[in-house]
């Protein structure tokens, strides 16, 4: 079974700074798809980043960008510039790309992001 | 366009009451998930639809536990003879046939007491 594990369960940055978000994951797949949510109190879950196990290249998306080891099955979020609106709870997510499961996130535990002032 | 939008939004109802939350997804996608979300934890999957039928149900807790999509679009998530830790936040998404991105709703907090 596929296990995500995020071992920091508060951090907090300064706004205008860089802050890193850790997750690790455990599979025996070879294909895969890695996500980073982001859940504010309104407890809508929303996308942030996403990373296909098959491409070497780290994703982006503006501010944030992905640290992707597949080797070392390590999927860490970076945000850079941090904003107020950037505090939430931030989920680690594994998909399986195929198979009969393959609609099915397996999430990890959440970091809770505060952005101080 | 409208988003995916789950109701009631809260609900409290009392240990060994029958439930019901609905989940209405964006128009077109074809797949729809239902999570359940304790307090402070990730959300854990419960079922997928793929259309009508549920292509993965293996995420249900017990038998007090059922969905159903009759016509591929609204879903209903029907607990019965509920307990005071089915109390949590039951989060809906749904996406496009094959799609990776999955989209999702603002949640139902149950609350059982």
């Known amino acids: 079974a596929q296990t995500v594990t995020q071992s920091q369960p508060e951090m907090s940055v300064q706004e205008a700074e860089t802050v890193t978000l850790s997750c690790t994951y455990d599979?025996?797949?070879?294909?895969?798809?890695l996500f980073w949510y982001k859940q504010p109190p309104s407890r809508q879950m929303i996308l942030v980043i996403r990373q296909e196990a098959y491409k070497q290249q780290n994703a982006t998306e503006n501010r944030f960008s992905v640290n992707f080891q597949k080797a070392a099955k390590s999927f860490s979020l970076k945000i850079s510039d941090s904003q107020l609106g950037d505090a939430a709870m931030y989920f680690c997510a594994y998909r399986r790309a195929g198979g009969t499961s393959y609609g099915k996130l397996t999430f990890g535990q959440g970091t809770i992001l505060t952005v101080h002032p | 366009g409208a988003g995916v939008s789950q109701t009631p939004s809260n609900k409290v109802t009392e240990k060994g009451k029958y439930v019901e939350l609905r989940c209405d997804p964006i128009?077109?996608?074809?797949?729809l998930y239902w999570y359940r979300q304790s307090l402070g934890q990730g959300p854990e999957f419960l079922i997928y639809f793929q259309g009508t039928g549920a292509a993965d149900d293996s995420g249900l807790p017990n038998d007090r536990f059922f969905a159903v999509r009759p016509e591929g679009s609204v879903s209903t998530l029907k607990i019965q003879r509920t307990e005071r830790g089915d109390s949590a936040v039951y989060l809906c998404?749904?996406?496009?046939?094959?799609?990776?991105?999955?989209?999702f709703g603002p949640g139902t907090r149950l609350t059982v007491t």
């Open positions: 128009s077109g996608h074809t797949a």
């Open positions: 599979t025996s797949e070879s294909d895969y798809y």
């Open positions: 998404a749904s996406s496009p046939s094959g799609g990776r991105d999955k989209y």
